[in-house]
């Protein structure tokens, strides 16, 4: 079955600075893979998927995330972190040719200082 | 991309009462899906539907669970007997691995 981990449970940075969130997963071969967002009581929002082929992907509001085979993980970036991307961060993934399901990791919360 | 409407977005409930929870997706779709999110905690699998039957469902699923779409565009959850520890956030989402997931906006359920 496939599992998600995001080691972070929380990481402060400041406005202006780089950002990285980890997420390592475990799977047999080669998963769909995505990052979404969630605002305090808002629903998920899709930052970026990554299904096959270039594995540096580029998302929404400035995100980009690389598939790294070998270390089973999908880090998200960004070079600039702005006020308004605090919000808590959850990787997931589906099985390709298997359950369609999503499963998460537990999440990132991210707090931006001034 | 196409959008997901959930209703209620909140409904309050006391324990023991039947809630029914809808998602209505935009355009036709094949695979559909309820997650929950116990507030604080991560966003957890309950059962997808595709070709009108379950095709796979969590352990959290139990026999107090079910899902239909009774009329072809609706997707409906239906918790029978709601307890405490069902308060959480539910969340429909439409979709395929291949073609990536859309997710509704949630329905906060409180059971009181």
């Known amino acids: 079955a496939q599992s998600v981990t995001q080691p972070d449970i929380h990481i402060t940075v400041s406005e202006g600075a780089s950002l990285e969130l980890r997420c390592n997963y475990s799977?047999?071969?080669?998963?769909?893979l995505f990052w979404y967002v969630q605002s305090p009581g808002q629903g998920l929002q899709l930052l970026l998927k990554y299904f096959s082929g270039d594995t540096l992907v580029q998302g929404i509001k400035g995100f980009e995330a690389e598939f790294k085979r070998s270390q089973s993980s999908f880090n998200l970036r960004k070079p600039s972190v702005h006020w308004s991307d605090a919000a808590e961060y959850f990787c997931?993934?589906?099985?390709?040719?298997?359950?369609?399901?999503?499963?998460f990791g537990k999440g990132t919360k991210l707090t931006v200082n001034p | 991309e196409p959008e997901v409407t959930q209703t209620p977005s909140h409904q309050v409930t006391q324990m023991g009462q039947e809630v029914i929870l809808r998602c209505v997706p935009i355009?036709?779709?094949?695979?559909f899906y309820w997650y929950r999110q116990i507030l604080g905690q991560k966003v957890e699998f309950l059962v997808s539907?595709?070709?009108?039957?379950?095709?796979?469902k969590s352990e959290i699923f139990d026999d107090q669970f079910s899902v239909e779409r009774p009329d072809g565009s609706n997707f409906t959850l239906k918790i029978r007997s709601t307890k405490l520890e069902d308060s959480a956030m539910y969340f429909c989402?439409?979709?395929?691995?291949?073609?990536?997931?859309?997710f509704g906006s949630g329905t906060r359920l409180t059971v009181v």
């Open positions: 355009s036709n779709h094949l695979y």
């Open positions: 799977y047999g071969a080669t998963p769909y």
């Open positions: 539907f595709y070709n009108n039957e379950i095709s796979e």
């Open positions: 997931a993934v589906a099985a390709q040719g298997g359950s369609e399901k999503l499963v």
């Open positions: 989402a439409i979709g395929q691995g291949n073609y990536g997931y859309t």
